[in-house]
Nanobody, 125 residues
Framework: QVQLVESGGGLVQAGGSLRLSCVASGRTFSNYPMGWFRQAPGKERDFVAGISLAGLSTLYADSVKGRFTISRDNAKNTVYLQMDSLKPDDTAVYYC??????????????????WGQGTQVTVSS
């Protein structure tokens, strides 16, 4: 079992930046592909970014390419999401998720097994 705890959310003005962190406990973190998702009120949970086991491969939603950066530090059991040039449309609850043991990075929420509780990000105009 993997437990995930997100932090770093908050209120920021449009054009600002935030860095989300997700700390994992339990089984070996480096054996899981990791992803970030977000869900706005009344909308489905959408893929934001994903990263492979060693961090050599990343995947981004078109809406965040060039603005968000996903990274991981396996020594610290932590995955990050650096969010720059934030827009009001980025407002959502952001979730960290772990994929299948030694699996690949996917964009579908169905491919992720373990989820955190989420952290709220609000971008004001």
């Amino acid at each position: 079992q993997v437990q995930l705890v997100e932090s770093g959310g908050g209120l920021v003005q449009a054009g600002g930046s935030l860095r989300l962190s997700c700390v994992a406990s339990g089984r070996t973190f480096s054996n899981y592909p990791m992803g970030w998702f977000r869900q706005a009120p009344g909308k489905e949970r959408d893929f934001v970014a994903g990263i492979s086991l060693a961090g050599l491969s990343t995947l981004y939603a078109d809406s965040v390419k060039g603005r968000f950066t996903i990274s991981r530090d396996n020594a610290k059991n932590t995955v990050y999401l650096q969010m720059d040039s934030l827009k009001p449309d980025d407002t959502a609850v952001y979730y960290c998720a772990a994929g299948s043991w030694r699996g690949r990075v996917f964009s579908s929420p169905a491919e992720y097994v373990h989820w955190g509780q989420g952290t709220q990000v609000t971008v004001s105009s």
